[in-house]
Nanobody, 123 residues
Framework: QVQMAESGGGLVQAGGSLRLSCTAS????????MGWFRQAPGKERERVSC????????DYAASVKGRFITSRDNAKNTLYLQMNSLKPEDTAMYYC????????????????WGQGTQVTVTS
């Protein structure tokens, strides 16, 4: 059974930083592309970033490029999202997701999702 659990969310002032983690179990982590998504109340879900199975290729949404860094540790089955220079508009529930793939580029769909961790940025 695949399980994915995010952690590290919380309340932070604008300009601050947070580091999210996503630990996966029940899957061969190093064969999965991973993604970070977020959804704010009343808004559509947005893909924040996508990292390939090796960690060698990362794609970011324009809204976070230059502020957020996505990485992974395949030995620990863990995905990370370092969020810097946070803005109130970054406030959302953040989710990690996994899709088995060796193809170049972010998958269109992700098979497995975590329960999410809340990030709230105050002005």
């Amino acid at each position: 059974q695949v399980q994915m659990a995010e952690s590290g969310g919380g309340l932070v002032q604008a300009g601050g930083s947070l580091r999210l983690s996503c630990t996966a179990s029940g899957l061969a982590f190093n064969t999965y592309h991973m993604g970070w998504f977020r959804q704010a109340p009343g808004k559509e879900r947005e893909r924040v970033s996508c990292i390939d199975w090796s960690g060698g290729s990362v794609d970011y949404a324009a809204s976070v490029k230059g502020r957020f860094i996505t990485s992974r540790d395949n030995a620990k089955n863990t995905l990370y999202l370092q969020m810097n220079s946070l803005k109130p508009e970054d406030t959302a529930m953040y989710y990690c997701a996994a899709q088995k793939s060796y193809r170049v580029g972010c998958p269109a769909d992700f098979a497995y999702w975590g329960q999410g961790t809340q990030v709230t940025v105050t002005s």
